[in-house]
């Protein structure tokens, strides 16, 4: 099942009908609500989807956007927070998330599991790969570091984010709703794909799912510290969909399939028809390029 996220064009309406008519007229039957959805859309969206004019296939938590909010902010409240407030808030805005998702029939939220509050290692990194630096001995210290920082610093916070997703289980399963836990393309987010295959083992509930960012497992490939192919490969028995876009190196993220450096032919094996991937398209991408972009990926993927 292909799908298109409002991500791409919400920004620029102010009815959520004629937002998801634009996706539809794309050639889409469903469409991602996206964590840039303000409440102002959802009269809209639902009268779209209670006229059969397009299916929803999932949600990116925040959805709506907190009241006050207007521009994307799925980090606004973190599961991981040590602040108790600040968890309570990302609890409830997640609640609100499964019950809009309910009553539009999605069967799956995205969700960012949080992050460790320390130094911003992945800039810096960055700056250094786009550099050519990372071959350096100066790369490979900064690494080291920053590996040895969030494993002295992560338990808090992984328990944190655990306790959090333990109590969201059982009313998402009330309303038939899955929970995906998305990969990251921050280092200091969680869970870190070295802990990803304990972390699913730890909630073996099937309403608890694993969603590829295919921009964000790329942009963790530039700066060394995953094979995008091969953790898609580890996580396969949870994978439930993904986020398609490109990266143009080392991590221009969001671009049209075909615009950057993803291996699209090498993921393809373990792309099945029943997986929900999800176009998460700039606001800048021409409509031209959209469409360019996703003929380029379904002749690679399939129709399906």
């Known amino acids: 099942m292909y799908s298109f996220s409002s991500c791409w064009n919400s920004y620029r309406h102010t ?47 925040f959805c709506p956007l907190p009241i006050g909010v207007n521009q994307p902010a799925p980090n606004l409240f973190q599961f991981s927070s040590i602040d108790p407030r600040e968890r309570e808030s990302a ?12 009553r539009v ?18 800039d810096r990194l960055l700056d250094m790969v786009e550099k050519g630096e990372n071959n350096s001995p ?29 109590r969201l289980i059982e009313p998402a399963e009330k309303a ?21 295959s304990l972390f ?6 099937p309403n608890v799912v694993y969603w590829h960012d295919c921009g964000h497992a790329q942009i963790k490939e530039n700066l060394g510290f995953v094979h995008h ?40 094996p373990l792309v099945k028809p029943e997986h929900i991937k999800v176009f998460e398209l700039s606001p800048s991408g021409k409509l ?3 469409q360019a972009g996703i003929a380029h990926l379904k002749s690679i993927w399939g129709e399906e």
């Open 15 to 61: 009815d959520g009908r004629a937002m998801l008519r634009e996706i539809r007229d794309l050639g889409f039957e469903y469409a991602e609500l996206s964590h840039g959805i303000r409440i102002s859309l959802l009269p809209g969206i639902l009268e779209a989807v209670e006229a059969g004019e397009i299916k929803i296939s999932s949600l990116h938590n």
């Open 288 to 290: 031209d390029e959209v």
């Open 176 to 196: 038939g709703v899955k929970l995906a836990i998305e990969n990251r393309e921050a280092l200091e987010e969680i869970p870190f794909e070295s802990d990803l």
């Open 105 to 122: 029939k999605a069967p799956i939220v995205v969700m960012h599991m949080g992050s460790i509050e320390m130094r911003d290692y992945t």
């Open 138 to 166: 100066k790369y490979d210290k900064l690494c080291s570091e920053l590996m040895e920082k969030r494993e002295e610093r992560k338990e808090k916070f992984v328990e944190n984010t655990a306790a959090m997703l333990e």
């Open 200 to 205: 699913f083992k730890r909630f073996p509930s």
């Open 91 to 102: 609890y409830k805005h997640t609640l609100r998330t499964i019950e809009t998702a309910a």
């Open 229 to 268: 192919r091969l953790l898609l490969e580890s996580m396969s028995k949870r994978l439930a969909g993904f986020h398609v876009h490109d990266v143009k190196f080392p991590r221009r993220d969001h671009c049209v399939p075909g615009a950057g450096t993803i291996d699209y032919v090498a993921l393809k």
